[in-house]
């Protein structure tokens, strides 16, 4: 009886409705992403402005994240949820307005700044709505709800606005975020910030949340491969004539993801960081070397399966180390800094691959980002007792 009163205070209305708009709002956002470029170009941009305009997510990102974890922990998660959404909705219902590139760059700007604001503000008010010693698991579902919008939203927008049209394509996603709006009406508890006695330090403005900066570079690192290949699979296997249904990759990720984080969400409370670190790394040099000598769709499924286990895993443990580790008062702080580590590999995933791609033979495109593992290692031998002792603090 104890056992059931506890799963119900886990999973409240107010936890259910959280994760109902962080779906709404991540589909809204992935959706887009692979529309901008040719939309972009259809409005007249070069190709090297369209580039722009698709980057402009991720540099806003990297800039506005701290403003975003500062703002987080002195205001409620409800008015700076609310906010993003308006700014996301705005920012898309002005993509399928414009008339013109120009404008659509401004446009990007509004939906960027929302999704900063919405990325941190969501995950720090869940840590609020759910018991302390439960954040891993939360967090491991919201990575679900995270990871089916990563996974579908993408595959809808491709086949749709081949058929409709890019304008009335976007459509759908500024639907998808005024639905993100319309759900956080619902939710109960709010999430007003800790009240504390002030001291000087209280007020300053703070970048980052210095316990949670080994996990942002851990983040950074393992995100890497995963973003080179989301933008440079499907050229790697053309370069390399692989007759592989390339388009399952990331529906076969998302998919061993769900059920991994469905098995596995009790233990994200009770087992310490070592063993998913270490458990990880086996998997992202696993998944490396299975791109390599890649050749049959089996081939490729356990590439798949290997990146769930190796970056699907370690991110949502990442992601509630960092709030274990940072005081209450600034949980947001931790979720920016987190963010920024997450940033970081976003944008330096693509950029070291077209490096890797422009200056060595395609076959050894994976095997070169397998620098990263002793990376990793490093950071985590130097930082292990922190780490490791996160857990021990609920």
Request: charged residues 10%; aromatic residues 12%; positive net charge.
């Amino acid at each position: 009886m104890t056992k059931s009163k506890n799963r119900e205070r886990v999973y409240s209305k107010d936890v259910i409705l959280v994760m109902a708009a962080s779906f709404f709002f991540m589909f809204s956002n992935m959706y887009c992403n692979p529309l901008i470029n040719g939309y972009a170009q259809k409005l007249g941009a070069s190709s090297a402005f369209a580039g722009i305009i698709v980057g402009m997510m991720s540099i806003v990102a990297m800039f506005l994240r701290p403003v975003a974890g500062n703002l987080t922990d002195r205001f409620s998660k409800y008015q700076l949820s609310f906010i993003g959404g308006a700014l996301s909705f705005i920012g898309v219902l002005g993509y399928v307005l414009t008339p013109n590139s120009g404008l659509l760059l401004l446009f990007r700007l509004i939906n960027g700044t929302g999704y900063v604001l919405c990325t941190v503000c969501m995950t720090t008010w869940l840590s609020y709505l759910v018991p302390f010693s439960h954040v891993g698991e939360a967090m491991s579902f919201y990575g679900i709800m995270n990871a089916l919008a990563m996974a579908f939203a993408p595959a809808v927008s491709i086949n749709l606005y081949r058929v409709i049209g890019y304008r009335e394509a976007i459509i759908l996603s500024a639907l998808s975020a005024l639905m993100m709006v319309v759900t956080i009406q619902f939710v109960g508890n709010r999430a007003k910030p800790v009240v504390r006695k002030h001291t000087a330090s209280q007020h300053r403005f703070k970048i980052i949340q210095r316990d949670s900066i080994p996990v942002a570079c851990l983040v950074a690192l393992f995100a890497i491969p995963y973003f080179a290949t989301q933008a440079d699979i499907v050229t790697y296997t053309e370069q390399r004539n692989l007759p592989i249904a390339v388009g399952a990759y990331f529906l076969i990720y998302a998919a061993v993801l769900l059920l991994i984080r469905l098995f596995l969400r009790n233990q994200f409370d009770t087992v310490r960081f070592g063993p998913w670190l270490i458990t990880s790394t086996v998997a992202t040099a696993f998944y490396l070397v299975m791109l390599t000598i890649m050749r049959t769709n089996w081939e490729m499924a356990l590439a798949a399966a290997g990146m769930a286990f190796g970056y699907g895993i370690i991110y949502s443990v990442c992601q509630s180390t960092a709030m274990m580790l940072a005081p209450q008062e600034e949980r947001g702080l931790a979720s920016s800094t987190f963010f920024l580590g997450l940033d970081v590999g976003m944008s330096l995933g693509p950029i070291i691959g077209g490096f890797i791609d422009s200056t060595v033979p395609e076959k050894y495109f994976y095997p070169v980002m397998l620098v990263i593992i002793p990376l990793v290692l490093l950071i985590y031998l130097a930082n292990r007792q922190k780490l490791n002792h996160a857990i021990d603090q609920h």
